[in-house]
């Protein structure tokens, strides 16, 4: 069974500009997170998604920052414009249980603002 | 690699020695709390999970105690291996699943 994929794996956009993650999970997983690791600070929690809705995106630092799950499979992660603050790295994890149970993590998206 | 420009605490241990990484959580409600173990250039992958009803639990080679009146857990790795280098984090389950991660503690396994 395929793992929790993420594309791309490195970003290098300058100020300004727009870029756009995206994640798939598990087949069949329904709960889908996103979280962050700005450089210096510990993993943050982004948002939560239960199939294509968002159940909680207390995490999302602004309204620079835009996630939907059309159709309930994979989501994407907009940014823009970005900021050189939002330089880190981008994670995904899914998980079948509604209460977290085991969230398995994709691999990350490094994303590097100049 | 992805811990670069982070200044984690790290641990040095012996290969064959055991490990013990601690960890102090902040909310008394909760719990649910996952030991995640990261490796360069990947996601956060679980290791072992304890609810608060319990104050310990085994895994292969890992054990969790988790001590609720001070609100501390630990991880202890039996005989530590190479493939054991890594950040380690704990993390406490709050609301819907999300994961609240501490720190983390860089393991550094030398021969």
């Known amino acids: 069974e395929a793992g929790v994929t993420q594309f791309p794996s490195h970003s290098v956009i300058e100020k300004g500009q727009t870029v756009t993650l995206r994640c798939d999970p598990i087949?069949?997983?329904?709960?889908l997170y996103w979280y962050r690791r700005v450089m210096g600070k510990e993993i943050k929690f982004l948002l939560h998604f239960v199939k294509e809705s968002k159940q909680d995106e207390s995490g999302m630092p602004n309204n620079r920052f835009l996630a939907e799950r059309t159709g309930g499979t994979y989501s994407t992660l907009k940014v823009q414009p970005a900021e050189l603050e939002d330089s880190g790295v981008y994670f995904c994890a899914s998980s079948q249980d509604l209460r977290g149970g085991t969230q398995y993590f994709g691999p990350g998206t490094r994303l590097t603002v100049l | 690699g992805e811990s670069v420009g982070l200044h984690l605490p790290t641990l040095s241990v012996q290969e064959g020695d055991n490990s013990i990484i601690n960890c102090a959580y902040s909310n008394s409600a909760s719990d649910y709390f996952i030991w995640y173990k990261q490796e360069s250039g990947k996601g956060p992958q679980f290791i072992i999970d304890?609810?608060?009803?319990?104050d310990k639990r085994q895994g292969q080679r890992v054990t969790v105690l988790l001590n609720k009146t001070v609100k501390h857990l630990s991880l202890q790795i039996a005989a530590t291996q190479p493939g054991d280098s890594a950040v380690y984090f704990c993390?406490?389950?709050?609301?819907?699943?999300?994961?609240?991660f501490g720190a983390g503690t860089q393991v550094v396994v030398t021969p």
């Open positions: 993390a406490e389950v709050r609301g819907w699943g999300k994961l609240q």
């Open positions: 304890i609810r608060s009803n319990m």
């Open positions: 087949s069949g997983h329904d709960n």
